[in-house]
């Protein structure tokens, strides 16, 4: 694919996955709520240590963490791609790719939450992820 004119479209896909993490925070603050009024001790949180918080409350917790896990290095390569002027029609499939990906496996871990279909979701992101840093490394390559 050709160079994109536009090198700023690159942060389109990852304000979507920066979006879905306010998105899941929201979530979380809700989840600990309703578990707190449903009657959940409220000093877990201090430490959380005691009773284990519901699992609805739980999921919502695991889900915020895992939006500061893998996306990492999505935002990483978006970034760098940016920085090297190297963001291409490619770059921005993947970089798609991975926000797609990311969505449906929110979607998701944060409704009926079956592993394999979130497991599924997950790969597909993995290999949109990989694909992008291939592609960055590629663009370093070429500057050398």
């Not at 519901?54 to 990492?72: I, V």
């Not at 999505?74 to 760098?80: E, I, P, S």
Request: net charge neutral.
């Amino acid at each position: 694919m050709p160079y994109a004119t536009d090198q700023t479209l690159i942060f389109l896909p990852v304000l979507l996955v920066i979006a879905l993490t306010l998105v899941a925070f929201v979530r979380l603050a809700m989840g600990r709520a309703a578990a707190v009024k449903g009657g959940h001790d409220p000093s877990y949180y201090r430490a959380h240590h005691g009773t284990p918080e519901p699992e609805s409350a739980a999921a919502g917790a695991r889900h915020w963490d895992n939006l500061f896990e893998l996306p990492t290095l999505f935002y990483a390569g978006c970034l760098t791609s940016f920085v090297l002027g190297g963001v291409t029609g490619w770059t921005l499939a993947f970089a798609w790719g991975y926000a797609a990906a990311r969505v449906v496996q929110s979607l998701v871990h944060m409704t009926y939450n079956d592993p394999a279909h979130r497991g599924l979701a997950f790969v597909v992101g993995v290999v949109f992820v990989f694909a992008l840093w291939i592609n960055v490394a590629l663009s370093i390559f070429a500057g050398l």
